[in-house]
C-alpha cells in the first residue's frame, strides 16, 4: 500500500514553472508537519520546504521567493508551487513528513530543468 504519491515533475526550461502534488493516506497528514524534498544526483536528499497543519511555512535558501508550500488538509494532499526554475533544481522530488520517516518514502517526482 502507497502512502505518500508525488506527481507533477517533468522536463521544463529555465524560468518556467511546475506545480508537484502529493496525495497522503489519511494515518500520515493528520496533524503532521509536511515536507518537500529533493535528491540531486549523487547528492543527499535535503528538505526544500515545509509546511505545519495550520499552515506555517519554511523554506530553504535555496529555494525562498521562488518555491510555494501549501496543503489541503480536506483532501490529504500537499503541493509545490515551483516558479523561476534553475537547472539546479533538478532533481527527484519527494514528500514525507517532518522529520521524515523511512518507511514512507514514495517513489518520487523527477524534476528536471534545462537551461
Known amino acids: 500500500q502507497e502512502l505518500l504519491v508525488e506527481s507533477g515533475g517533468g522536463l521544463v526550461q529555465a524560468g518556467r514553472s511546475l506545480k508537484l502534488s502529493c496525495a497522503a493516506s489519511g494515518s500520515i497528514f493528520g496533524v503532521r508537519i509536511m515536507g518537500w524534498y529533493r535528491q540531486a544526483p549523487g547528492q543527499q536528499r535535503i528538505l526544500v520546504a515545509s509546511?505545519?497543519?495550520?499552515?506555517?511555512?519554511d523554506y530553504a535558501d535555496s529555494v525562498k521567493g521562488r518555491f510555494t508550500i501549501s496543503r489541503d488538509n480536506g483532501e490529504n494532499t500537499v503541493f509545490l508551487q515551483m516558479n523561476s526554475l534553475k537547472p539546479e533544481d533538478t532533481a527527484v522530488y519527494y514528500c514525507?513528513?517532518?522529520?521524515?520517516?523511512?518507511?514512507?518514502w514514495g517513489q518520487g517526482t523527477q524534476v528536471t530543468v534545462s537551461s
Open positions: 514525507n513528513t517532518v522529520p521524515s520517516m523511512g518507511g514512507y
Open positions: 509546511i505545519s497543519p495550520g499552515g506555517s511555512t
